[in-house]
């Protein structure tokens, strides 16, 4: 069973409705206790940073994902989840995250390298490979996913995939042990994004 967290900034029901059509047993919860018996954890997100990581925080859900995939239960966030993955984000402020992917969150507003990026990133993009990645195993690269999103993970050595945009080159699935997030909505990516989250079922 993959238990979808739910800590009121999710979008829930798309990702529940695309797992139970590729056979996947899900539940959502908010309850900390409920992730013990859980197979694999979602943790999906829509909206500020600080916000989500506040709210985490406040029922004690930041804790028990954090002691799970330690504890080497397999993770995934998808968008804001996955920047929660990270220990920290520049997004309105410095905000600290739940520590599981070193680096930093930080913003596309405004130029890089002299060119002007349009916020939010919003449409389909390629993916190209920087590593294996069990998340990966159905997807061909240059295969296109979904992104909506204005703040991003630079490419680190835990990159698995990334797309780009401008000239900036954004992480789009990560991997750091069995922990994993895409900056893209697998559950809006069509066939691609439900090989993804089959691949995230056969972990």
């Known amino acids: 069973m993959i238990a979808i967290v739910d800590y009121g900034l999710g979008n829930l029901f798309s990702l529940h409705s695309s797992l139970k059509y ?7 919860t908010s309850d900390p206790a409920a992730l013990d018996s859980a197979d694999k954890i979602i943790l999906p997100g829509v909206g500020a ?7 985490l925080r406040a029922g004690g859900l930041g804790r028990a994902v ?3 995939a330690r504890g080497g239960k397999p993770l ?4 804001l989840g996955m920047q929660l993955l990270y220990e920290t984000s520049m997004e309105y402020g410095e905000h600290r995250g739940l ?5 930093a969150v930080t913003g596309l ?9 349009k916020v939010p990133h919003m449409g389909w993009n390629s993916l190209v490979y920087k590593g294996d990645c069990p998340l990966l195993k159905n997807t061909p690269a240059g295969s296109y996913v979904y992104y909506v999103h204005s703040f991003y993970a630079a490419v680190s050595k835990d990159t698995a995939a990334y797309s780009e945009y401008g000239p900036a080159r954004v992480t789009g699935v990560v991997q750091k042990e069995r922990v994993f997030g895409t900056q893209f909505h697998p559950e809006k990516s069509g ?3 439900l090989g993804i989250l089959r691949a995230f079922a056969d972990i």
């Open 191 to 193: 066939e691609v994004g």
């Open 49 to 55: 940073f600080g916000d989500a990581v506040e709210k």
């Open 76 to 79: 995934l966030g998808i968008c």
């Open 66 to 68: 954090i002691a799970q």
């Open 109 to 117: 507003a405004g130029t890089l390298g002299g060119t002007a990026l």
């Open 99 to 103: 520590g599981l992917v070193e680096g």
């Open 22 to 28: 590729i056979g996947a047993q899900s539940a959502v």
